[in-house]
């Protein structure tokens, strides 16, 4: 059984900064892309950022120079370091990473329960 477990969210100020940490657990053998996706209310899912097990980013156009994605692949964690946050940041955080469970195994995604973010004075 694999689980996400997110935390970091919370309530700030415009210009302020949050980190959000995602934690992978349980019969893992490898870790793909690992990422954040938002999700704010009346509005689809969006990917905010990603991280390959190489290090390689990807950010939506929104958040590149704000947000930084990072992981510990000893950990199994990816980090969503978040500074200069907007109100239009304000929107539950989703961490998602493509896991293998067995050797030669394909990958499969795999969702946390999400994390508020309200960016509000």
């Known amino acids: 059984q694999v689980q996400l477990v997110e935390s970091g969210g919370g309530l700030v100020q415009p210009g302020g900064s949050l980190r959000l940490s995602c934690a992978a657990s349980?019969?893992?053998?490898?870790?793909?892309?690992m990422g954040w996706y938002r999700q704010a209310p009346g509005k689809e899912r969006e990917l905010v950022a990603a991280?390959?097990?190489?290090?390689?980013?990807n950010y939506a156009d929104s958040v590149k120079g704000r947000f930084t994605v990072s992981r510990d692949n000893a950990k199994n964690t990816v980090y969503l370091q978040m500074n200069s946050l907007k109100p239009e940041d304000t929107a539950v955080y989703y961490c998602?990473?493509?896991?293998?469970?067995?050797?030669w195994g394909v990958g499969d995604d795999y969702w946390g329960q999400g994390t508020q973010v309200t960016v509000s004075s």
């Open positions: 998602n990473a493509d896991i293998v469970l067995r050797l």
């Open positions: 991280i390959t097990s190489g290090g390689s980013t």
């Open positions: 349980g019969s893992i053998f490898s870790i793909n892309a």
